[in-house]
């Protein structure tokens, strides 16, 4: 897939649930390069995209903090600017069951995700599947919003964290 801003940069999502190899990708993460991030996290396909888009405009204004535009998902993710809490919120644990692998790549060459390295069930990269795994509370207490606060549909929380994310470090 292909952000309409940045033709050149390839991006390529899978979603995998009933991951049985969480502790293995943790293990060798550091030479992988993809970014893995829990699914309980994310409850849509626009708030993971983006902080993909956040990180294709830090890359281009030479303004990335982490090491890669990998690690860089993850802390765009963030509502805050703390490289570690990031990582711990959205970064994979041994318990993961559901999570997200995402490959950027920004030459001519197209993604090639080796769909080898999560032990999982692959399933299609869009709202409904991410739904069904979100873990709501967790997302408010990441992104402090209150449990007071209503919203009509998941597209109300969805935009909530879009903008924390956009908002960050103005």
Same mark, same amino acid.
């Given at each position: 897939m292909h952000l309409p801003q940045f033709p050149e940069t390839n991006i390529e999502i899978i979603l995998y649930q009933n991951v049985s190899n969480a502790s293995d990708i943790r293990s060798s993460i550091a030479e992988l390069p993809y970014a893995f991030i829990d699914a309980c996290t994310i409850c849509s396909v626009e708030q993971l995209m983006s902080a993909i888009y956040r990180v294709l405009i830090e890359s281009k204004y030479n303004r990335l903090r982490t090491k890669s535009l990998h690690s860089e998902v +993850? +802390?765009? +993710?963030?509502?805050?600017s703390n490289i570690g809490e990031a990582f711990k919120r959205f970064g994979i644990s041994d318990k993961t069951k559901n999570l997200i692998m995402v490959e950027i790549s920004q030459s001519d060459s197209n993604c090639s995700l $080796?769909?080898?390295v999560v032990t999982g069930d692959i399933v299609d990269?869009? $709202?409904?599947n991410l739904q069904k795994n979100s873990d709501l509370d967790a997302i408010r207490k990441i992104y402090k919003i $209150?449990?007071?606060?209503?919203?009509e549909d998941i597209s109300e929380l969805s935009r909530a964290t879009v903008n924390a994310i956009q908002l960050r470090g103005l």
């Open positions: +993850l +802390l765009a +993710l963030s509502p805050t $080796d769909k080898t990269f869009k $709202d409904e $209150d449990q007071s606060v209503k919203f």
